[in-house]
């Protein structure tokens, strides 16, 4: 310890869990760094943001700013996929004490001659430490302060910010205080930040009654494309064990020709390597990767770290299991549920280097067939240091790889898998209905530390869950939470084309489970019945697409509205003009009017200056004045409004000129 070093550096932000884990950031965000950084006394202090891309054996430097009460803030522009790390440093800088103290002499008419000399002192010592051209230009400063006649032009070479940012930069360090810890962010690309995701089940896409194929997917491309997804998600696509085949509606017992559940891997076809017959060959898939890069569309698989009876581990591995007394393995249990279909693996067995070994291979074997998004089913079944290997093991194969935690779990389960690593995180989205509920979970996602590592990705439905808001709203229902989904996350997704034809039928009063769940039957469908509301999808894509306002999910403000059934929120962009507001009325059933207060000053409108509200959605054009408005939301026909305000370029006449 140097007893001469007088800086303190607390409360650094942002760290998780003290530098645990690292934060979360997309290529080309801004990475802000705020610290309480000070020292005793009064003499001024200089903070500096250290930081470097982990590997790398240079740190680059940006000089920090005063905030107020002692903090300060600095920030640097993240580059490609990868680990950067980042630390602070600050001093006392006595040069930049002694300008400030000579400018308040001088000013006060002060005889300054001995403040000069004491200037040129410390000008000397910095010399020695200095390289050869900067030691040089110091020597010029002391010369113009020692023999400089006129204490007026003196002073002015004192006070020059470029002879103190030279001292500091080369020679003011020596008794620096260094931030102990070297927190880490990681970064990802983009899509991490903002996707729009489609799930279908490739077995239901065959005509005529018969069984789909990956080849089915390939020809659902375009009208994917058309909807404006970016992410085709299939769930597993592997042989199904035919030993305790769930039957339709669940049932324990199959019939003959029921498909079973494409999450009960594994069969005398292969496990999780391996594509199920019906579908195609790996071949299939990977024409069908390549041909959704065509659309630009990725596909996403489902990644279920659980067996059938039937699967290849349970003869090749059976200490990956647990077996009971009776001499018959474990199945899958959720009292007093059963998952007769389904063998869990036991994280806790002896083996665990091998298992884990294993389970890292399915990863990077699909990678190797071009796949870089992973739904990961069930991940809170499984421990969390596997996780963080795994994902660490994945990352450092390629940086581009995404995984999406479908953890529908207690919040501090789900907080710790995206702390471990994983990309986006599914939510409790689905069960915030109210403008109170929906607020104070946004609030609670995009302002507390949660921000910093978890990215949520917003679904209104899943194979599994069908809400009640779904199943007794209709139509209205399905598009007021499409219309929330879309603007609130800059990732969300559904579950077509049940979704898109308002399909919402539940198995019995009080389940969430969809009647003739496509879980356990192949279901055909028509995918443009009357009553579908394909057009409204393509519309928010394609809002999603053209403005960057919605294409992150932090940027969320909510503003008044005097009806408590409309919920009314600003999406900031970094351009103010770029900013974008939404209102949805959250009642199926009713029509509802609300007045809205709009913030004028995030898009430049002047009090008194006329501008035009432009619905994205609708596409009507106002011209407005005043900073509120009344809207009428028929959930019938136009649930939601996407505002842009423009403000005038030119003249009045013409919307032509507004920008």
């Known amino acids: 310890m140097e007893g001469r070093a007088r800086i303190a550096i607390e409360v650094v932000h942002p760290q ?7 934060v979360q950031r997309v290529t080309g965000d801004e990475m802000v760094v705020q610290a309480d950084v000070f020292s005793d006394g009064h003499d001024e202090v200089v903070a500096l943001l250290l930081y470097r891309r982990m590997g790398e054996d240079d740190w680059q430097e940006k000089e920090m700013r005063r905030l107020d009460n002692d903090r300060w803030e600095g920030s640097f522009v993240l580059g490609e996929p990868g680990f950067y790390q980042y630390t602070l440093m ?4 006595h040069f930049r004490t002694w300008q400030r103290d000579l400018q308040k002499r001088f000013e006060a008419g002060q005889d300054v001659a001995v403040d000069l ?14 390289n050869q051209e900067d030691a040089a230009r110091l020597r010029e400063a002391v010369t113009a302060l020692t023999v400089e006649r006129e204490q007026e032009g003196a002073v002015a070479l004192g006070l020059d910010t470029r002879l103190s940012d030279l001292v500091s930069t080369c020679c003011a360090r020596g008794l620096a205080t260094r931030y102990p810890k070297e927190l880490v962010v990681r970064v990802d690309r983009k899509k991490a930040l903002f996707s729009s995701w489609y799930e279908v089940f490739p077995r239901s896409l065959g005509a005529d009654g018969r069984h789909g194929t990956l080849r089915d997917c390939i020809a659902l491309l375009p009208d994917v494309s058309e909807l404006g997804f970016d992410v085709l998600y299939l769930p597993p696509i592997h042989p199904i064990g035919t030993s305790k085949r769930k039957g339709r509606a669940n049932a324990v017992e199959a019939q003959p020709g029921d498909p079973g559940s494409p999450w009960a891997i594994g069969s005398e076809d292969g496990g999780h390597k391996a594509v199920h017959p019906d579908l195609g060959t790996l071949e299939d898939f990977g024409d069908l990767v390549r041909e959704a890069e065509k659309h630009v569309i990725e596909i996403a698989l489902d990644l279920a770290f659980q067996c059938s009876p039937d699967h290849p581990y349970l003869k090749e591995h059976p200490e990956w299991f647990r077996w009971r007394p009776d001499g018959t393995v474990q199945y899958a249990e959720n009292p007093p549920k059963k998952y007769q279909d389904i063998v869990p693996i036991n994280f806790e067995t002896p083996q665990w280097e091998e298992l884990w070994e294993e389970l890292k291979s399915i990863v990077f074997f699909w990678m190797d067939h071009g796949v870089r998004i992973f739904r990961v089913d069930n991940p809170h079944t499984k421990p969390f240091p596997m996780w963080e290997w795994l994902i660490d093991q994945a990352k450092g194969k390629c940086q581009d790889v995404i995984f999406l935690a479908e953890a529908f779990t207690r919040p501090k389960i789900m907080a710790r898998l995206a702390k471990a690593g994983f990309t986006q995180s599914y939510s409790y989205f689905s069960w915030r209905n109210s403008k109170g509920e929906l607020t104070e979970y946004l609030t609670e996602l995009t302002r507390g530390d949660t921000r910093e590592f978890m990215r949520p990705n917003f679904w209104p439905n899943t194979p599994d869950i069908l809400t009640e808001y779904l199943q007794y709203g209709g139509r209205p229902a399905f598009m007021i939470r499409l219309a929330l989904a879309a603007t609130l996350s800059s990732n969300y997704g559904i579950y077509g084309p049940v979704y898109e034809l308002c399909v919402g039928k539940p198995e019995k009063p009080g389940s969430e489970e969809y009647l003739d769940a496509e879980k356990y039957e192949i279901r055909h469908w ?19 697409r053209d403005h960057v306002a919605l294409q992150q999910t932090n940027n969320v403000t909510f503003l008044p509205s005097d009806d408590d059934s409309v919920i009314f929120y600003a999406k900031i962009a970094k351009q103010t003009k770029g900013s974008l507001l939404v209102a949805v009325n959250l009642d199926p059933f ?51 409004c996407i505002y842009r305000i423009s403000t005038w370029q030119r003249r009045e006449s013409d919307f032509d000129y507004y920008f």
Do not use: M
Request: aromatic share 6%; proline share 5%; with cysteine.
């Open 590 to 640: 009713r029509v509802r009017t609300a007045r809205l207060q709009l913030p004028l000053e995030l898009f430049g409108v002047l009090p008194g200056q006329s501008y035009l509200l432009h619905d994205l959605i609708g596409g009507d054009h106002s011209i407005w004045q005043g900073d509120t408005t009344t809207v009428r939301l028929d959930p019938q026909v136009n649930p939601a």
């Open 526 to 544: 028509d995918r443009k019945a009357s009553g579908n509301i394909r057009e409204l999808i393509i519309t928010l894509n394609r809002i999603r």
């Open 16 to 22: 998780i869990d003290c530098g645990r884990f690292p």
């Open 90 to 93: 600050g001093w006392v800088d």
């Open 117 to 130: 000399q004491i200037g040129a002192k410390i000008l000397e010592q910095a010399v020695g430490e200095a």
